[in-house]
């Protein structure tokens, strides 16, 4: 069975300041990682994705996500926070079945302080 | 850009009650789920359903719960005899066809069962 594990429930950074949302996985067979944003009362956004590739991957509004195999880990960054990127974070991992179901990550919730 | 759209937002119902919630999904989408988030809790799937049938359902996906694509466009899921823990978020999504990509979420039903 796939899972997902955020550690940190709650991530503080101060604007402009590098940020970093952990993330690890448990999948067999090769991992298909996405990131989603959720702004308080809104809907999942896609981030970005690792399905194969650079180990580096970039997504939307200047975020990036680091894939490591060997630590099975899929961390989301961003050079320069913004306020604006407060919200709630979720790693998910999908199943390599036609059905290709999403396990999502307890959610990380990101405060960037002005 | 197209969007996943449901409706209602918000949906407030007397425990017992049937209640369905309605899903438009991109319209040359192939698959599509159902997944809820408790309140302060992670996003759970709940079924997928592909060619007019369920390809996947989780173990909270019970007798209570049906989908169905009664038309070429929406897709809607059932809850028959609503009970209090059924309150949450639900989020419909949907993806293209073959290949390892991301859903697309709506914005989401606020379902609150009194």
Not at chain 1, 81 to 107: E, I, Q, W
Not at chain 2, 10 to 38: A, D, K
Not at chain 2, 92 to 98: F, Y
Request: glycine residues 8%; hydrophobic residues 35%.
């Amino acid at each position: 069975a796939q899972s997902v594990a955020q550690p940190e429930d709650q991530v503080n950074v101060a604007e402009g300041n590098p940020l970093t949302v952990k993330c690890t996985y448990s999948v067999s067979g090769n991992p298909y990682l996405f990131w989603y944003v959720q702004y308080p009362n809104r809907g999942l956004q896609f981030l970005l994705k690792y399905i194969t590739g650079d180990n580096l991957v970039k997504g939307s509004y200047g975020f990036e996500a680091e894939f490591n195999k060997s630590q099975t880990s899929f961390h989301l960054k961003k050079p320069s926070a913004l306020v604006s990127d407060s919200a709630l974070y979720f790693c998910a991992v999908r199943d390599n079945t036609n059905a290709g179901k999403s396990t999502f990550g307890d959610g990380t919730t990101l405060t960037v302080k002005p | 850009e197209p969007e996943v759209t449901q409706t209602p937002s918000h949906q407030v119902t007397q425990m017992g009650q049937e209640v369905i919630l309605r899903c438009v999904p991109i319209s040359n989408h192939l698959y599509f789920y159902w997944y809820r988030q408790i309140l302060g809790q992670k996003v759970e799937f709940l079924v997928s359903f592909y060619n007019n049938e369920i390809s996947e359902k989780s173990e909270i996906f019970d007798d209570q719960f049906s989908v169905e694509r009664p038309d070429g466009s929406n897709f809607t899921l059932k809850i028959r005899s609503t009970k209090l823990e059924d309150s949450a978020m639900y989020f419909c999504a949907s993806r293209p066809g073959l290949g390892l990509n991301e859903q697309f979420f709506g914005p989401g039903t606020r379902l609150t069962v009194l």
